[in-house]
């Protein structure tokens, strides 16, 4: 992970544990790559990546911090934060929970052994539970618009606070996708997960 991705994931306290890797470990681009697929395009609320095949509507009034996240490099086999939405600008600082969701991409290549989804909530269940979290469910496969995800639920209680995060990941033309949804209620998480679709999406134009 760049430190642009580590500063603005520190929120999500995060939540990326492949991409906390990449930079120290990414050394080779996935084969018969010269380019990382479509970054994705943000159209009326809505981010659309036809390259993976899915799309998020992002809650009204949300603030998009994506580019902030990421250090502007086009290799393939680095890390790449698709979509960074907040309930609230991260910058503003504020002991208040800010609800978040997190999309992100990278190559299946740099991490050996990893043949499924499930395979990725290996490390990210033991980055997640050294932050405080708890699992509340293991990996298991769910169907969202006719699409095998596999997720993973965590929950972390602090004084008067518990904070709920929901992680779902899939493994596409050679790159892991994760998704990371994180708010103040469980149904809030269902709420953030049930705007994700794998319905077809239309083409637009890239934002890099």
């Known amino acids: 992970m760049t430190p642009c991705i580590r500063a603005g994931l520190a929120l999500l306290f995060l939540l990326l544990p492949f991409q906390a890797q990449t930079a120290q470990q990414a050394s080779s681009k996935p084969a018969g ?3 990382a697929p479509d970054s994705g395009v943000v159209n009326n609320g809505v981010y659309r990546n036809a390259s993976f095949g899915f799309s998020y509507r992002i ?13 502007g490099s086009s290799d393939p086999a680095k890390g790449r ?7 609230q600008p991260p910058e ?31 490390p990210l269940d033991e ?14 496969e769910v169907q969202i618009g006719g699409r095998n995800v596999v997720r993973a639920d965590y929950s972390k209680s602090a004084e008067k ?7 779902l990941a899939i493994l596409v033309k050679g790159y892991v996708v994760s998704f990371t949804f994180i708010a103040g209620s469980e ?7 049930q705007s994700l679709s794998f319905a077809a999406v239309p083409n637009g134009k890239s934002r890099g």
């Open 92 to 122: 503003v600082g504020s002991d208040a929970l800010n609800p978040g969701v997190v999309i992100a991409m990278e190559s299946i290549a740099t991490y050996p052994g990893l043949k499924t989804p499930a395979d990725y909530f290996g």
């Open 59 to 71: 809650p009204f009034g949300w603030v998009d911090r994506t580019e902030q996240m990421n250090d």
């Open 33 to 35: 790559r010269t380019k």
């Open 81 to 87: 934060v698709l979509l960074a939405a907040f309930a």
């Open 161 to 167: 606070r518990t904070t709920y995060q929901s992680c």
């Open 127 to 140: 980055l997640i539970v050294a932050k405080g979290f708890k699992v509340v469910s293991d990996a298991y």
């Open 187 to 193: 149904d809030d998480v269902e709420e953030l997960v």
